[in-house]
């Protein structure tokens, strides 16, 4: 089975960087657009930021300038870097990947199962 396996998350404080990553495993065929959401609590989910297979990104306006995304397709791994966080920031972050699986060929949205981010002021 596919799976996406988050880490790097964390407590930091105000200002302060993480570092997150998601690899994924499994019978895979090919990953599509990669990418990180986040759900704060009594919130819904939201786009933190995607990124295609060739390079292009996508980022939520709220985090724009601060964060990073990039990937490694080699390792069919995604980093997201997070720079002047902020408490806002504070969430569960999610992992997502459109992967097209070995078995039947078919692209199918995969999710991780998720990593606190935590920002003290």
């Known amino acids: 089975q596919v799976q996406l396996v988050e880490s790097g998350g964390g407590l930091v404080l105000e200002g302060g960087s993480l570092r997150l990553s998601c690899a994924a495993s499994g019978p895979i065929f090919s990953i599509n657009d990669m990418g990180w959401y986040r759900q704060a609590p009594g919130k819904q989910r939201e786009l933190v930021a995607t990124?295609?297979?060739?390079?292009?990104?996508n980022y939520a306006d709220s985090v724009k300038g601060r964060f990073t995304l990039s990937r490694d397709n080699a390792k069919n791994t995604v980093y997201l870097q997070m720079n002047s966080l902020k408490p806002e920031d504070t969430a569960v972050y999610y992992c997502n990947a459109e992967i097209v699986g070995s078995i039947n060929l078919r692209v199918n949205k995969n999710w991780g199962r998720g990593t606190q981010v935590t920002v003290s002021s």
């Open positions: 990124i295609s297979k060739s390079g292009n990104t």
